[in-house]
């Protein structure tokens, strides 16, 4: 079953929730296959152009230190007159290999929590 909505009409019902939300699923499972072929043709034949866009690939960076190294690394820092704690965080799968409680992290820093709407399986 299809469902139709204008995108400036407001959801009143749980129903017109759901048929919508259904809706989204099947537009972004068809959107990931569509970018998945998109994807087949860039690898063979090199970036798309369209009127607005450029499709292909865009590298990102990123550094991984050792422990040494970042420790070295904190030390320059410091000897350059910053601090490094102010520049260096843990990441949140640090924080997880320690296995402490939110009871003790809270003695050193303060939780932040982001809100991010999206969809996961039940």
């Known amino acids: 079953m299809s469902f139709t909505m204008e995108t400036t009409e407001t959801i009143e019902t749980v129903d017109q929730a759901i048929r919508l939300a259904d809706e ?3 537009v972004e499972a068809a959107l990931k296959s569509m970018k998945q072929e998109l994807k087949r043709f860039v690898d063979e034949n090199g970036p798309v152009e369209t009127r607005d866009r450029v499709w292909g690939y865009v ?39 320690l ?9 050193y820093g303060r939780k932040k929590e982001t809100r991010r709407f999206a969809s996961r399986k039940k």
């Open 24 to 26: 989204i699923e099947r």
């Open 59 to 97: 590298t990102s960076v990123s550094w991984e230190f050792e422990a040494d190294g970042l420790k070295r690394m904190a030390q320059e820092i410091a000897l350059e007159g910053m601090n490094p704690w102010e520049l260096l965080t843990l990441s949140a799968v640090s924080l997880k290999k």
């Open 99 to 107: 296995g402490w409680g939110e009871d003790v992290l809270s003695q």
